[in-house]
């Protein structure tokens, strides 16, 4: 079993930054994925960000490349979620999630451990 505990959420205006965390313990060694999702009010959660647990390897959704950035500590087994540039329409509730190997790694069928979220609001 894996548990995921995200935070950093929070309020901010247009053109802020936040930065979200995402710490995993319990059986990490079967973590070969963590991805960020985002969930609008009344809408699926979609795919942001997505890392290999090794950290080499990323994959972005187009409506957040160059803004936001996905890293990985070695050292805490936490994943990072560096916002910039935040807008409104990126008020949503983020949610970190793991998975071990296989495609597909923007669906998230295929994350099996889900952290409860970070509310992120941006006023304009």
């Known amino acids: 079993q894996v548990h995921l505990v995200e935070s950093g959420g929070g309020w901010v205006q247009t053109g802020a930054s936040l930065r979200l965390s995402c710490a995993a313990s319990?059986?990490?060694?079967?973590?070969?994925?963590v991805g960020w999702f985002r969930q609008f009010q009344g809408k699926e959660r979609e795919f942001v960000v997505s890392?290999?647990?090794?950290?080499?390897?990323?994959d972005y959704a187009d409506p957040v490349q160059g803004r936001f950035t996905i890293s990985r500590s070695n050292a805490n087994n936490t994943v990072y979620l560096q916002l910039t540039g935040l807008k409104p329409e990126d008020t949503a509730r983020y949610y970190c999630?793991?998975?071990?190997?296989?495609?597909?790694?923007?669906?998230?069928?295929?994350?099996?451990?889900w952290g409860q979220g970070t509310q992120v609001t941006v006023s304009s």
């Open positions: 999630a793991a998975r071990g190997f296989g495609a597909r790694w923007n669906d998230r069928r295929q994350y099996d451990y």
């Open positions: 319990g059986r990490t060694s079967s973590i070969a994925r």
């Open positions: 890392i290999s647990w090794s950290g080499g390897m990323t």
